[in-house]
T-cell receptor, first 112, second 111 residues
């Protein structure tokens, strides 16, 4: 089984719908991140969490919200999806002060 | 504004040659720099980390250099193989909170 699991892997939805992307990890890492990847723009940070009670906005948090349900689970929600949120979304984990990210396989979201 | 540039969007080289990828940055003072590999349909995978006080790091056929004066990192793959074909991302670490990623270079090693 993967260390960082994202569901769904692919999702097509319509403008205005609420979408949740889920991430779970078995690495025991305390820090979890949501990134978005777009062609020509690289990976950009949406939200990050250092533990269950600590949630922080990244550089592009508008239009998104997150929930850290447990140390191992971090979900990303789009309350009302719009077409420019079509992208590849990655969850990542990081252990304490270590600098290395472990990424999930990604969730491809298409908003029509 | 802060900017991270990777030398080209795509790089093709012949098998057995050395691939050299470039990462240039402006308006950052990174404490460390990382390189990741990303295959189609997969998440990035960590390869190497080099700190600001290190000039060079090696791991098997991989070598990374870091020049904080030039604000540049070079990533070398020696004796390249078709299996090295992937997109390579550089990322700058400016603290515990975030890594800032470049857009990546897609490397193709031609048999």
């Amino acid at each position: 089984d993967a260390d960082v699991t994202q569901t769904p892997r692919n999702r097509i939805t319509k403008t205005g719908k609420r979408i949740m992307l889920e991430c779970s990890q078995t690495k025991g890492h305390d820090r979890m991140y949501w990134y978005r990847q777009d062609p020509g723009l690289g990976l950009r940070l949406i939200y990050y969490s250092f533990d269950v009670k600590d949630i922080n906005k990244g550089e592009i948090s508008d239009g998104y919200s997150v929930s850290r349900q447990a140390q191992a689970k971090f979900s990303l929600s789009l309350e009302s999806a719009i077409p420019n949120q079509t992208a590849l979304y990655f969850c990542a984990t990081r252990r304490g002060e270590a600098n290395v990210l472990t990424f999930g396989a990604g969730s491809r979201l298409t908003v029509l | 504004s802060q900017k991270i540039e990777q030398n080209s969007e795509a790089l093709n080289i012949q098998e057995g040659k050395t691939a050299t990828l470039t990462c240039n940055y402006t308006n950052y003072s990174p404490a460390y720099l990382q390189w990741y590999r990303q295959d189609p349909g997969r998440g990035p995978v960590f390869l190497l980390l080099i700190r600001e006080n290190e000039k060079e790091k090696r791991k098997e056929r991989l070598k990374v250099t870091f020049d904080t004066t030039l604000k540049q990192s070079l990533f070398h793959i020696t004796a390249s193989q078709p299996a090295d074909s992937a997109t390579y991302l550089c990322a700058l670490g400016a603290g515990a909170n975030n890594l800032f990623f470049g857009t990546g270079t897609r490397l193709t090693v031609i048999p």
